[in-house]
């Protein structure tokens, strides 16, 4: 054969096919049924439904009797900056939630800090975060009545404005950016911008901080509260997986209140918000569990975001990409592309969008940065 050759499908490299590749290559076309019909199975039928046809519109109707008082409703293609034809099946927010999933930004968050630069195998990204916040959140709002679709598009989307290596990122872009840089406010009105996605939905991402104003639905309320109570409880869970603290350390407050593991802990606080909500119509917490909750966070503030490692880190985060955004204000042609933006702002976007890995290669690279002064847990490239 050819060295330029393509291997035939179902082959493998060593020019032999096995069992395993001749199965699959064999379900290459699916299983035909008849002429008219193709099943993804051949070893018997599928079960059969009585599927109907319903349309995003019927599925609006049914919602207003569905959903709670209060809770925002979906209609047509939604409110957005351009107009758009609404979509036959999906709702408006149904479209935000699908149009961020399938984002570059979104994606880029596998690569993103969420504690710990450059994570191994089973501590959080910003990806992972994002997940385990919309199933907090979703959790809460489909107990509580609320639009669900609504909540997971604010809660995937929430973090896409953060830039590698954390919180430090904003530090570093702050000095950039007239008032200042919040991933929040950047992720609504830069990175997502270009998805045209509703007004409720950027709000969520926008506010949903609690030093932000307090978002325009009840939706993204509840999002703000499941980010806090997800990353309270999921980041000592990483620091302690890390050896960096002993759940023996917990304040009694926490452990008595919230209990020592993420399942306990998110467990109680996602009943807190909802029995909070139904017994006041207001999507809150009361002040035992809010208090616990606040214990956790001062705890892991004083134990793992601010301990000494953390802090090097840090500056070290800061210095890299400092000195990328100045490298590319100062060649902006080096850019991928500018826009309409000035240079400042063009740069900032570009760095802030990098992942991890690829912000401190592109400083070896383009900088000759040191590789000794990557920040801890950046892995050094062979």
Not at 86 to 113: M, N, Q, V, W
Not at 171 to 195: C, K, S, T
Not at 268 to 294: F, H, K, Q, Y
Request: glycine content about 6%.
């Amino acid at each position: 054969m050819d060295e330029q050759s393509p291997t035939p499908v179902g082959q493998t490299i060593s020019g032999e096919t096995t069992q395993r590749q001749q199965e699959w290559f064999d379900t290459m076309h699916g299983s035909a049924s008849n002429e008219d019909l193709v099943l993804a199975h051949r070893d018997s039928p599928p079960p059969l439904i009585k599927a109907q046809r319903i349309l995003r519109d019927e599925r609006e109707s049914q919602a207003t009797e569905l959903l709670a008082e209060g809770a925002t409703h979906a209609v047509g293609a939604g409110n957005r900056a351009i107009t758009e034809e609404p979509d036959d099946y999906r709702t408006c927010f149904e479209r935000d939630r699908d149009r961020i999933l399938h984002s570059p930004a979104f994606r880029r968050l596998a690569g993103k800090t969420q504690v710990f630069v450059f994570p191994d195998d089973h501590q959080r990204t910003r990806l992972t975060h994002a997940l385990e916040v919309a199933q907090v959140a979703t959790a809460i709002s489909r107990a509580l009545g609320l639009n669900v679709a609504l909540t997971e598009a604010i809660a995937l989307g929430h973090d896409c404005g953060h830039g590698p290596g954390g919180h430090a990122s904003e530090d570093a872009f702050d000095a950039f950016i007239p008032g200042g840089y919040h991933h929040a406010v950047w992720g609504a009105d830069v990175v997502l911008e270009p998805l045209n996605l509703c007004l409720e939905t950027l709000d969520g991402i926008r506010n949903h901080s609690w030093s932000r104003p307090t978002p325009m639905t009840p939706e993204g309320v509840v999002v703000s509260w499941a980010d806090r109570c997800a990353y309270s409880a999921h980041d000592l869970e990483d620091a302690t997986s890390a050896g960096i603290v002993r759940l023996s350390d917990l304040p009694a407050e926490v452990s008595e209140v919230l209990g020592t593991t993420r399942r306990e802990q998110l467990h109680t606080l996602i009943l807190a918000v909802i029995e909070c909500a139904t017994d006041t119509g207001v999507i809150g917490m009361d002040p035992t569990n809010a208090s616990a909750l606040s214990a956790l966070r001062s705890f892991n503030y004083d134990f793992i975001y601010n301990r000494p490692d953390s802090i090097s880190q840090g500056r070290a985060v800061i210095d890299v990409l400092t000195a990328l955004v100045e490298y590319f204000v100062a060649k902006p042609s080096a850019l991928p592309s500018v826009g309409d933006d000035d240079p400042v702002t063009s740069a900032v976007a570009y760095v802030a969008g990098m992942t991890d890995r690829f912000a401190f290669d592109t400083a070896e690279r383009l900088l000759h940065w040191p590789a000794d002064r990557r920040p801890l847990g950046i892995d050094v490239s062979s």
